[in-house]
């Protein structure tokens, strides 16, 4: 036999050389829950491992992770019901305690990247990603809303904000509010194509933003539409996004590669709560080694096209990377 392709995986050094996916812990995104006030750690039951921290307790989670080789962490506040209305007016209220944690991390981590959450789904009574009106979610008033919250942010010194509501508009409104603020440097991660998935659950335990009626299928993607994917896409590009972000990823490997074919900006994907809670449940039974299992989830999301990609295994995965290089 002339063509033997055993002789490229003979050695570890030879199949070192040849890999065609390189995942490295600065590829990676670490999502991270805020709380107000000096709570103690408080464990999600459904998400194994992962915490709601406070300002203190996230400071040290960054300090150990900028160590690991993750420098860029995405923040979601945890809302009490206090401060919720329709119009999630405390969103871009200068009491709000995530604006103010924004700025003292950016104090005390100058070289960490901070990525926001632009979406009314915490801070409104209603529980959906827009504002309701008369039971209907509205697309072209929330987006002033948004905007607001966005500009907020950028004030409070946001690296990056991301757009997870699945409004239409809402990227050329955002972007044009950050420019007219003089927040021309703000990126723009867009969640592109965010789908009407199931694998959320965990995550809405985790901030108790659940829609209190109906479901999020209006702004939402359905599951079984792949090419409506470059049509955001495009929408997205074409109103001044930085970067596109396919949710959830696993599910969605398809869609990451074909938005990776055609586009030239950097597409992210989002390991989501409920892709996590799975695999960690079939490591707790002994079904799956996790030290194996977890990083071949995280490359398969990279080989797909992903140049980003946000996943609570960030901190496992960059552990385990310093131990074996």
């Known amino acids: 036999m002339l063509e033997r392709p055993r002789r490229n995986r003979k050695s570890p050094v030879i199949r070192k050389m040849l890999e065609e996916t390189v995942l490295l812990p600065s590829h990676l995104i670490y999502p991270l829950f805020l709380v107000e006030g000096k709570a103690k750690p408080s464990a999600i039951k459904s998400l194994p491992g992962v915490f709601r921290l406070n300002l203190d307790d996230i400071s040290k989670e960054i300090e150990t992770c900028l160590k690991l080789g993750i420098s860029t962490f995405v923040l979601f506040p945890v809302i009490a019901d206090e401060h919720k209305d329709k119009k999630a007016t405390y969103s871009y209220s200068s009491k709000n305690f995530y604006?103010?944690?924004i700025k003292s991390l950016k104090k005390r981590f100058p070289n960490a990247m901070l990525m926001s959450d632009v979406a009314m789904d915490p801070y409104s009574t209603d529980g959906h990603d827009g504002l309701v009106v008369n039971g209907e979610i509205v697309n072209d008033q929330t987006l002033p809303i948004l905007a607001k919250m966005a500009v907020a942010q950028a004030e409070a010194g946001i690296d990056i904000v991301g757009p997870s509501d699945m409004m239409d508009g809402r990227i050329a409104y955002i972007r044009e509010a950050l420019d007219i603020n003089k927040f021309s440097d703000v990126s723009i991660m867009s969640y592109t194509a965010k789908y009407a998935s199931a694998f959320y659950g965990p995550f809405r335990d985790a901030l108790d933003s659940a829609p209190k009626s109906g479901d999020k299928k209006t702004y939402q993607m359905n599951p079984a539409n792949k090419y409506e994917a470059l049509r955001e896409a495009q929408l997205d590009e074409q109103e001044g996004a930085d970067i596109l972000m396919v949710k959830p990823a696993l599910c969605y490997l398809d869609v990451i590669?074909?938005?990776?074919?055609?586009?030239?900006?950097?597409?992210?994907?989002y390991n989501v709560s409920g892709e996590f809670a799975m695999l960690k449940a079939a490591c707790a039974n002994g079904w799956l080694n996790y030290e194996q299992a977890m990083p071949e989830q995280l490359l398969s999301i990279k080989r797909a096209g992903a140049d980003i990609i946000l996943t609570y295994f960030a901190k496992d995965f960059a552990t385990l990377y310093k131990k074996i290089n």
């Open 99 to 101: 604006l103010l944690a």
């Open 257 to 269: 590669h074909l938005l990776k074919e055609n586009t030239t900006l950097p597409i992210a994907a």
